[in-house]
């Protein structure tokens, strides 16, 4: 388990363009309807990637435990990262490139395809059913499919495992640190998770926020990064990054300087704890 030491996180809550959420003062218990309102949310699907542009990469696409993976980096690490999309799937350009950064480290990086090519293209489309697509993409099969990956890893030598979510991606990153199959975790910008999800987390993990986040906003993160502080036998790192918007380490504007830099930013956050941890 990593150090029971603490960074100092000060997170500067704002006055923000949404009601401030009732998460601060009462347990969150995630339920059906909430899980619709999360589906629901315009910031899960503004500035989507462009799947027609060029997403070769540096890596190849594989099978890996039953799923379609990109992957890049050196295939004889011992370390290993396993990087789970948000909605619109492994195949989004910056995701791929964020591997291949990533890989740079020195790290063995997947992409799996946990949506299975049903990546949301088009919310126009009329016969897009969102409660269809949430119930067939559910975080507890996600995790379950996950598993079989984490042992293929294992089957080539690799000897440490850290996992990083994106929106869905980290709800279903969370239910992997419950475990013990990985050794440390990153969420970012997460969507719905509830309090008893983050009370049962067992290593090392770090929860990088947006503070315009209609699903996780500040005051959210505050108090998980207050749930977290008490426990000593892992450590843990929450940031929150001002002036970006949900999904911003994803799915940022080129040409935003801002957001791009703070983009730029997280990734390397991210990057820095599983240098820490994953080892």
Same mark, same amino acid.
């Given at each position: ?31 059906? @309807? ?8 315009? @910031? ?82 009329? @016969? ?25 890893? %294992? ?47 067992? &290593?090392? &993990? ?17 108090? &998980? ?35 791009? %830099? ?13 240098? %820490?941890?994953? %080892?």
């Amino acid at each position: 388990m990593g150090s029971s030491t603490r960074p100092s996180v000060s997170l500067t809550l704002r006055s923000l363009p949404f009601v401030s959420s009732p998460w601060v003062s009462q347990p969150l218990h995630v339920t059906h @309807q909430q899980h619709i309102l999360a589906m629901s949310s315009p @910031q899960c699907f503004e500035n989507p990637p462009n799947l027609n542009s060029d997403i070769h990469g540096a890596g190849t696409v594989q099978e890996l435990g039953g799923l379609n993976s990109y992957v890049t980096g050196s295939s004889d690490s011992k370390l290993a990262l396993i990087l789970v999309s948000d909605v619109f799937g492994y195949e989004a350009p910056k995701l791929r490139k964020l591997a291949d950064k990533v890989a740079a480290a020195g790290f063995l990086v997947v992409v799996p395809d946990l949506l299975y090519g049903d990546y949301i293209v088009d919310l126009n489309n009329p @016969q897009f059913d969102r409660e269809s697509w949430r119930k067939a993409h559910g975080k507890d099969k996600a995790c379950e499919d996950t598993k079989p990956l984490i042992s293929a890893l %294992k089957s080539k030598g690799v000897k440490s495992i850290g996992a990083a979510g994106f929106c869905w991606g980290g709800v279903v990153v969370v239910k992997l640190a419950i475990s013990t199959d990985i050794q440390a975790a990153v969420i970012l910008h997460p969507g719905l998770i509830a309090d008893n999800e983050f009370n049962e987390v067992r &290593i090392p &993990i770090a929860i990088l926020g947006a503070e315009i986040d209609h699903l996780f906003p500040p005051e959210r993160l505050k108090q &998980i990064e207050e749930m977290l502080s008490v426990k000593a036998e892992f450590e843990s790192f929450v940031k929150l990054y001002p002036g970006v918007s949900h999904g911003w380490t994803l799915r940022y504007n080129d040409d935003d300087e801002a957001t791009v %830099k703070s983009a730029k930013e997280a990734h390397q956050d991210m990057l820095n704890w599983f240098i %820490k941890h994953v %080892k």
